[in-house]
């Protein structure tokens, strides 16, 4: 993965209506580093992730040297609730042997045939992370990954996350400055209340 290339936003704008929730907001996120992407609520971290997804286009602006393979955790898990969790992880091209090995370092040796219906919340969580681990990306967006985990789970999966990386650029939000640090990750500050000509420092 040595020809990623660093994300750039450059001055970038984006209203829902009449709520403007960016504008004129710039970052750089590195090649093949974790960088978390921390602020208050509602000062736009989430649409910029969409942003970089490709899930929806900025009113203004630009953003550059996004590859053409992605990952993503959202804030919900969007997983198959019918499906079992090993298929919750194979349906996006993983091996049996990947998607296996995966969910058995993140805890859920003995859950993997278990429809996801029947896992708690954290489960469900930790299948939404082996999912995105186990995709072959360039690039994996993770909003709030480990909200909900308790501080033992939270912390293995984080180790887990940051030994899987692989060369990869992530973009993790996150309200918890030890996540960050545990991650070995960068900080972007976005300055809360979204729009006023925010540019991040």
């Known amino acids: 993965m040595s020809d990623l290339k660093d994300i750039k936003v450059k001055r970038v704008a984006k209203s829902f209506g009449t709520k403007c929730v960016l504008d004129g907001y710039s970052a750089?996120?590195?090649?093949?580093?974790?960088?978390?992407?921390?602020?208050?609520?509602?000062?736009?971290?989430?649409?910029?992730?969409?942003?970089?997804?490709?899930?929806?286009?900025?009113?203004?602006?630009?953003?550059?040297?996004?590859?053409?393979?992605?990952?993503?955790?959202?804030?919900?898990?969007?997983?198959?609730?019918?499906?079992?969790?090993?298929?919750?992880?194979r349906i996006i091209g993983a091996s049996v042997e990947n998607a296996r090995e995966t969910l058995i370092a993140l805890g859920l040796g003995d859950s993997l045939s278990?429809?996801?219906?029947?896992?708690?919340?954290?489960?469900?969580?930790?299948?939404?992370?082996?999912?995105?681990?186990?995709?072959?990306?360039?690039?994996?967006?993770?909003?709030?990954?480990?909200?909900?985990?308790?501080?033992?789970?939270?912390?293995h999966c984080i180790d887990e996350v940051r030994s899987r990386m692989g060369g990869r650029t992530a973009i993790v939000v996150t309200h918890d400055r030890e996540d960050a640090d545990m991650l070995g990750a960068e900080i972007i500050t976005m300055p809360s209340g979204g729009c006023g000509g925010n540019a991040a420092k």
């Open 28 to 89: 750089v996120f590195p090649a093949g580093r974790i960088t978390c992407l921390m602020g208050e609520s509602g000062c736009g971290k989430t649409t910029l992730l969409n942003l970089i997804l490709r899930l929806t286009k900025p009113d203004g602006g630009e953003i550059s040297g996004v590859p053409d393979k992605l990952a993503a955790v959202f804030q919900e898990n969007r997983l198959c609730d019918d499906f079992s969790a090993l298929t919750n992880v």
């Open 114 to 155: 278990r429809p996801v219906r029947e896992l708690s919340g954290g489960m469900k969580r930790r299948v939404a992370i082996a999912r995105a681990l186990c995709a072959d990306c360039e690039l994996m967006v993770m909003d709030e990954p480990f909200k909900g985990l308790d501080d033992v789970t939270r912390r």
